[in-house]
């Protein structure tokens, strides 16, 4: 059967219907009126012309592109029709192609019938809507990548590999009481370790992958009234959160998407982490703890005198230490401190900060004359952000630097930290 549809997303100056099966060229021959005959064209040719409603009136003037089997997207004969992209213009055009024998196309179909006539594969048809999808860089790269084959190949190498190791064994059961060796038993241990790689490689892949797609989640955590809004709204550059001196003000989630290099990052406000017998306070806890676990990088935010809140960190997560300080109310200038992650080694699986201490494990350094413009907060978190999603089992200290307006509420805290070995 023949099917056709609008492949153009409405509201555009240009429309693109297409076309494709067996009867995709004379459908379109016989609304199509050009120099030559569609029939006696070559495939991969643009034609010129018009095309005519049934009583002989012209609808539009059209350019038609033409795909014969099996050298086209789908592998049938395939044509496509740019037009106008007035609404009017491609509804009828689709109902003059369905009085000739076409039928409108499911979702997806294109693509299925791409994969069933082997012109894609599982996995490049997935990537499809991948790529259609992809609205920054990261995820676009990825899902191009795929389309083009190359996770179709790293599956085919795995194939042939074990295809491989099937024979040798299969080899040495035949002939098991002959004395003759077909394969060392070193080069079959290596070739098992080395299938087992790539195989956990390629699971390993899936959370990296969705996480580019849907956005890197990162948690913001920390006591009640250090910061932790404050820092969303600057990152975000809007007033996203409720920033407030009464403690609580947060009692759910609230996140955001920003594309920074390239990277799509969902920031994560949490409640603020402390002893309460407020209920829904501790739901909305609840939840802040549930945000730590599912996210990839956690910035823990604290500042002198506030206890630190205790939470597990996998050694898959990343974390950076951001310490906050309040604004003195005599000096109108923003205040500026450089903090730096004081154990910046990789911390033991499951390791649990602990649930009380007077101050956080930052090195405080003197404030900075000349502060870091806020615009390098940005560029510096998605460089830790693109280490966690290729080296998850190490941690990184992010680089992170905000500037509050002297304007705003005495509430506003200001953020800067430091590589290693500035502290």
């Known amino acids: 059967m023949t099917i056709c549809a609008i492949a153009t997303a409405p509201g555009g100056a240009l429309g693109i219907v297409r076309v494709s099966g067996p009867d995709a060229i004379s459908a379109t021959d016989a609304i199509f009126r050009g120099r030559t005959p569609l029939a006696q064209a070559q495939s991969h040719t ?6 005519l409603d049934d ?24 044509t496509e029709i740019s037009c106008h992209g007035s609404p009017y213009i491609l509804r009828h055009l689709l109902a003059l ?13 294109y693509t299925q019938r791409a994969f069933l006539n082997g012109r894609l594969d599982l996995s490049q048809a997935e990537a499809v809507a991948d790529l259609i999808a992809s609205d920054n ?71 990296t992958g969705n996480a580019i797609r849907e956005g890197i989640p990162v948690a913001i955590i920390g006591a009640p009234n250090v910061g932790k809004s404050t820092l ?21 989630t609230i996140e955001d998407t920003v594309t920074l290099d390239g990277y799509l990052f969902r920031f994560i406000d949490t409640a603020g982490l402390r002893h309460t017998t407020d209920t829904i306070e501790q739901l909305g806890q609840e939840r ?38 309040r604004r003195p109310p005599s000096k109108p200038s923003p205040a500026w401190v450089s903090t730096t992650y004081a154990n910046s080694s990789p911390l033991p699986s499951l390791a649990t900060l602990p649930a009380r201490s007077s101050s956080p494990t930052c090195a405080t350094s003197k404030p900075s004359t000349k502060p870091t413009p806020p615009s390098a907060a940005p560029s510096s978190l998605s460089a830790t952000a693109s280490r966690a999603t290729s080296s ?32």
């Not at 002989?56 to 395939?78: C, K, Q």
Request: hydrophobic residues 35%; charged residues 20%.
């Open 55 to 78: 009583d002989g009136t012209i609808l539009d003037d059209v350019l038609v592109t033409l795909f014969r089997a099996p050298h086209s997207y789908t592998g049938e004969d395939s």
């Open 137 to 207: 860089a990261a995820a676009h790269h990825v899902a191009l990548s795929q389309m083009r084959g190359h996770f179709s190949n790293r599956l085919r190498d795995l194939r042939d590999r074990l295809l491989e190791m099937t024979s040798l064994l299969e080899l040495e059961l035949d002939f098991s009481e002959e004395d003759v060796e077909f394969a060392e038993r070193s080069k079959l241990t290596d070739l098992a370790t080395t299938i087992q790689t790539e195989l956990q490689r390629l699971s390993d892949s899936f959370a």
């Open 232 to 252: 969303l709204n600057q990152l975000l550059g809007d007033d996203k959160a409720i920033v407030s001196d009464i403690q609580g003000t947060t009692r759910d």
């Open 46 to 51: 643009a034609h010129y012309g018009t095309i």
């Open 288 to 325: 802040a703890l549930q945000a730590a676990d599912k996210a990839h990088i956690i910035i823990l935010i604290t500042e002198p005198g506030v206890p630190y809140p205790a939470i597990t960190i996998r050694p898959d997560q990343h974390t950076s230490c951001v310490s906050s300080t």
């Open 97 to 109: 192609l369905i009085s000739h024998g076409c039928r409108m196309a499911q979702p997806g179909e």
């Open 392 to 423: 998850p089992k190490t941690f990184a200290s992010a680089s992170t630097t905000s500037q509050t307006s002297s304007a705003k509420s005495p509430r506003r805290k200001s953020w800067a930290t430091s590589s290693p070995t500035s502290a």
